[in-house]
Nanobody, 121 residues
Framework: QVQLVESGGGLVQPGGSLRLSCAASGRIVSINAMGWYRQAPGKERELVATITSGTSTRYADSVKGRFTISRDNIKNTVYLQMNSLKPEDTAVYYC???????????????WGQGTQVTVSS
């Protein structure tokens, strides 16, 4: 059984910061790209940032310069440092990973359960 478990969400004032973490656990052979997506009420899920196994990164235009994605390959963990938060960043944030588990010969797409981020004064 493979799991992605997010943590670090919460309520923060505009201009504040939060750091999200997502740890992958289970019988994992290899992890390819990892990323963060978000879904606000009434909107579709959208990409926030991704990072490859080689640490190349990609960001949504709306978060460039404010958010930083990073990963620890030893801990199978991906992070999202969010600075200068705005009310429009309010959403449920989901972790995503392309990984190969023991017993499989292909990479599968896995999601975490989501963590709420609310930016409000």
């Amino acid at each position: 059984q493979v799991q992605l478990v997010e943590s670090g969400g919460g309520l923060v004032q505009p201009g504040g910061s939060l750091r999200l973490s997502c740890a992958a656990s289970g019988r994992i052979v290899s992890i390819n790209a990892m990323g963060w997506y978000r879904q606000a009420p009434g909107k579709e899920r959208e990409l926030v940032a991704t990072i490859t196994s080689g640490t190349s990164t990609r960001y949504a235009d709306s978060v460039k310069g404010r958010f930083t994605i990073s990963r620890d390959n030893i801990k199978n963990t991906v992070y999202l440092q969010m600075n200068s938060l705005k009310p429009e960043d309010t959403a449920v944030y989901y972790c995503n990973a392309g990984l190969m588990r023991y017993g499989s010969i292909t990479y599968g797409n896995y999601w975490g359960q989501g963590t709420q981020v609310t930016v409000s004064s």
